[in-house]
């Protein structure tokens, strides 16, 4: 059972998004954004991690995702027709995979125009079923990318990623946080050299918060990063000019 609270600040617009920068590693240019949830209730912003784990699982899970397709949409669709290079990335549910309403969700707000600019998420702790899967290769197929979020390189990582066509892979931030300056380097960077050298996959790091960590994911062959080191998730605007100053296009 979910909050009602949640239902009716989605009714009455306390909803919000703010978009994380996503940038290269190499030079720290700007070269998309992953669309992000925020609830302002009673003049506070309320943490995601307090509000989205009761929607799982609920028709709710629908109701917000259909929401930020079209307010994504509504947002950034120019910009992304302005910069075709750029991207932007949707957290989905496994709910809605496969029932049709996403792709109708998509098409209505228009933002199927610049499919191959959208990227969408998903974490192994919410593998979406059978029919899920086959409507995520669909998708791949049409030209949408998808990722695995919250990759930490264990066996149950490495096995969905078998299991799907996924493009693009997110290192969990708890990864990156075992990236200390002079410590040794931590086994898993090993394997993660050893991942991009057998395939084509893309990686972005998540939780980048010192230079230090930056320069040791790069050497390794990650191309990609967001965190504090760039910029912390910004309103759209904020976002956008952001981007004019930082854009890997210019």
Not at 12 to 32: I, K, Q, S
Not at 65 to 89: F, G, M, N
Not at 164 to 185: M, R, S, T, W, Y
């Amino acid at each position: 059972m979910y909050d009602p609270a949640i239902q009716s600040a989605l009714q009455a617009g306390e909803f919000r998004l703010h978009y994380l920068p996503t940038v290269r590693l190499e030079d720290g240019r700007c070269v998309g954004a992953e669309a992000l949830i925020r609830w302002r209730r009673d003049g506070l912003w309320v943490p995601p991690m307090d509000f989205m784990p009761d929607t799982e699982r609920t028709p709710l899970a629908g109701l917000i995702t259909y929401w930020v397709i079209d307010t994504v949409a509504a947002e950034l669709k120019d910009w992304l027709r302005a910069h075709p290079a750029a991207h932007v990335s949707i957290n989905v549910p496994p709910d809605v995979l496969g029932r049709g309403g996403l792709e109708y969700a998509a098409v209505k707000s228009g933002l199927s125009e610049v499919r191959s600019q959208v990227v969408l998420e998903v974490t192994e702790r919410g593998v979406p079923d059978e029919q899920g899967l086959m409507a995520l290769d669909q998708m791949a197929r049409d030209g949408v990318r998808v990722a695995l979020d919250d990759v930490r390189l264990n066996g149950a990582n490495l096995a969905l990623l078998s299991r799907c066509h996924f493009e693009v892979i997110k290192l969990d931030q708890k990864l990156v946080q075992e990236l200390l300056p002079g410590a040794p380097a931590p086994q898993w960077l090993q394997g993660l050299r050893a991942l991009l050298a057998a395939t084509r996959l893309e990686v972005v790091a998540e939780g980048v918060e010192t230079e230090a960590q930056r320069e040791l994911l790069a050497r390794a062959g990650v191309t990609l990063g967001q965190g504090h080191l760039f910029s912390d998730a910004l309103p759209a605007r904020e976002f956008l000019a952001w981007y004019a100053r930082h854009r890997a296009d210019g």
